[in-house]
């Protein structure tokens, strides 16, 4: 950075990107706890795995919620941030269908920069500092 002022705005920057896509991780993880079957029914439809019960669910959904809490608070940045750009790459790219037939699923495209957010973060994973556990 050429200065105090531009590595403070990074920080902040950094600090706003990491909390938008932990609010959209969070989600997507109380949603396995709040409907387990829709969890098994997106296994299904985009990953081709079937009969995932609802104890795989919420176990998966435990894990997720340990990882997202450590991607919000900036704890081992190069594990949690590099699992977070890995689960949501996994979830973009898996969904390949949607981009075929966009006018019906404009939503999905959504994606696509918040993966660009998960990549950012992780390459500026050291200078992502404020509010983090690790500097």
Request: proline share 2%.
């Amino acid at each position: 950075m050429t200065s105090s002022v531009s590595a403070q705005r990074l920080a902040q920057v950094l600090l706003f990107t990491r909390l938008t896509v932990f609010l959209v991780m969070f989600v997507w993880t109380i949603d396995k706890f709040l409907n387990p079957a829709h969890a098994g029914r997106i296994f299904d439809h985009f990953y081709g795995i079937s009969g995932v019960s609802a104890n795989l669910v919420y176990a998966m959904g435990a894990i997720q919620m340990a990882l997202v809490l450590a991607f919000l608070v900036g704890f081992q940045k190069r594990l949690s941030y590099g699992l977070i750009l890995l689960l949501h790459a996994g979830s973009t790219l898996s969904s390949w269908r949607q981009y075929m037939d966009p006018f019906d699923n404009l939503l999905f495209f959504a994606a696509w920069p918040m993966l660009a957010a998960c990549v950012a973060l992780y390459v500026l994973r050291d200078d992502d500092t404020l509010l983090t556990l690790s500097r």
